[in-house]
């Protein structure tokens, strides 16, 4: 808070739990609402001298930034490992690099961010002048926390706005580092703060009358609480929340790419993944051949100690997260799912769960349905087309949808037709900061990354100029 750090150990303790061995490596404390008022006051006096910075000189500090993140990598990823439990193998690549991508590509931004000249009868003119909101306030889930802190940070600070954000009491460490890295890159004290807290500390966050706009990451009913709590302050949102989504696979497509998509869709992070591709839809022509190719390959999965480079598979975030994904699990069983392989905690300390496969999977069942966030794969079987297609959209989700096919005029075709905000073809979760990512339907308002989000993070004034005389009726 204000460029340094805050001891107020007045707030409820957070213990952060190493998830491979359960051990509590780290104690924070919940924001009290002397802190929380503390951390408004600084972000809204910096934001008004770091709005006044030209763009190219706001841009500079978030590039420098993205340096030391890059440089820092390693250090960066061991500590996401602890607070996530994600392999090494994944932060090194996916985690502080995707957050330095965000600064490097919203610091390049800052300098060309504009408004327009709109020419109008009679030489008359408009223009428009990009303003910042004020102060964000940024919410975060515990599966990406670094690229969460960032993803939000960087266009908020690139278009001269000031960010507190709040990680997931889960994964609390993360984006204390994000904000360490922004002062020491030169971003005034007060720029960026970090709040510890719970849920209450969101709300109390939302609330207040000094925040201008708020991004939450998280579930669909956080995001229905926290946009009905900031739509009573008109604040703008943006809301990129869970999803059930559809990967189709159709017979003619490539078999191994196929199985390497629904792999990218499911188990990455240990299935811990709003985007993930859950309800893989195979055509029957494919559907053994898939199976037993996608089981096989699961073998290869190294299971073990999330800071050996080796290790591609990790434990779930938590003890409870575990268990929510261990509850639908037997449910599936319950309703009559075919258990391929996995379907079981691991024999080791943490909070592993086997990479978990069903087949014969319907529409109806609850693991079709849910949400898991967990490393849970349904196959469900199709025919034609025209079919798949109305069973992928019947969900109250829209995040992403994905199609494995050769067909390229089909694929286009599909891509068309998905009710989803995030789209492939013959791959799956990829989301570069070049390109927007967000949902419809239930899964969101808003997009993150690329250039549209500068939309979510700026408004518009517009100026009307005269060059003639002023006509009045009487
Ligand atoms: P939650 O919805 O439980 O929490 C999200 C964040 O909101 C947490 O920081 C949480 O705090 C906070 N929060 C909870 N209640 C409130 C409230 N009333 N007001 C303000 N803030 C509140 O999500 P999870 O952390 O469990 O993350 C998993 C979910 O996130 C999944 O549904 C997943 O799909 C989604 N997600 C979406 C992504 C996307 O880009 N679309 C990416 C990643 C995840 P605390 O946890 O400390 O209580």
């Not at 849970?376 to 829209?398: C, H, I, P, Q, Y």
Request: charged share 20%; net charge negative; aromatic share 8%.
């Amino acid at each position: 808070i204000g460029g340094t750090y805050v001891e107020d150990t007045s707030g409820a303790p957070i213990d952060v739990v190493y998830p491979a061995t359960g051990e509590v490596i780290a104690r924070v404390h919940s924001a009290t609402p002397a802190v929380i008022d503390q951390a408004l006051s600084a972000a809204t006096a910096a934001q008004k001298d770091w709005a006044a910075l030209t763009g190219t000189e706001r841009g500079r500090v978030l590039r420098r930034a993205a340096d030391i993140m890059r440089d820092r990598n390693r250090d960066l990823s061991i500590l996401e490992t602890y607070d996530t439990g994600k392999p090494l193998q994944e932060t090194l690549v996916a985690d502080a690099t995707s957050g330095a991508d965000a600064l490097e590509y919203f610091g390049g931004l800052a300098g060309s961010l504009t408004g327009e000249h709109i020419p109008l009868a009679g030489g008359d003119f408009a223009y428009t002048i990009r303003e910042p909101l004020g102060v964000c306030v940024g919410i975060g889930a515990w599966n990406y926390p670094t690229q969460i802190a960032c993803w939000k940070g960087a266009p908020a600070l690139a278009c001269g706005n000031a960010m507190v954000f709040k990680p997931s009491e889960t994964t609390p460490l993360s984006a204390l580092k994000v904000a360490e890295t922004l002062t020491e890159a030169g971003a005034p004290p007060g720029l960026y703060n970090v709040l510890q807290g719970l849920g209450d500390v969101g709300a109390a966050l939302v609330t207040d009358p000094r925040v201008a706009k708020v991004s939450l990451t998280g579930s669909v009913p956080t995001g229905a609480k926290v946009y009905a709590a900031a739509a009573a302050g008109m604040k703008h949102v943006t809301m990129e929340l869970g999803g059930k989504s559809p990967l189709i696979i159709f017979d003619d497509a490539d078999l191994e790419n196929a199985v390497s998509g629904a792999i990218l869709a499911n188990f990455y992070s240990s299935g811990q993944v709003c985007s993930n591709g859950t309800r893989v839809f195979v055509q029957s022509g494919i559907k053994d051949a898939f199976l037993a190719r996608l089981t096989e390959r699961l073998k290869g999965a190294v299971i073990g100690d999330p800071m050996d480079e080796a290790t591609s598979y990790g434990p779930m975030v938590s003890e409870s997260q575990m268990n929510i994904v261990l509850g639908y699990i037997e449910k599936g069983q319950a309703e009559g799912a075919r258990l391929v392989t996995g379907g079981k905690r691991l024999d080791r300390d943490g909070f592993y769960i086997a990479p978990t496969v069903f087949a014969d999977v319907t529409d109806d069942m609850t693991i079709a349905r849910e949400e898991i966030f967990g490393p849970v794969l349904s196959v469900l079987d199709f025919e034609t087309e025209d079919e798949v297609m109305a069973r992928a959209n019947a969900t109250e989700f829209g995040l992403a949808a994905g199609v494995f096919t050769a067909d390229l005029t089909r694929a286009h075709r599909v891509v068309a037709g998905f009710e989803a905000g995030t789209c492939y073809i013959n791959t799956y979760n990829l989301a570069p900061v070049e390109a927007p990512f967000g949902g419809t339907k239930a899964s969101g308002v808003g997009r993150e990354n690329s250039k549209l989000a500068i939309n979510h993070y700026s408004e518009m004034k517009m100026v009307y100029v005269s060059m003639n005389d002023v006509e009045a009726p009487y």
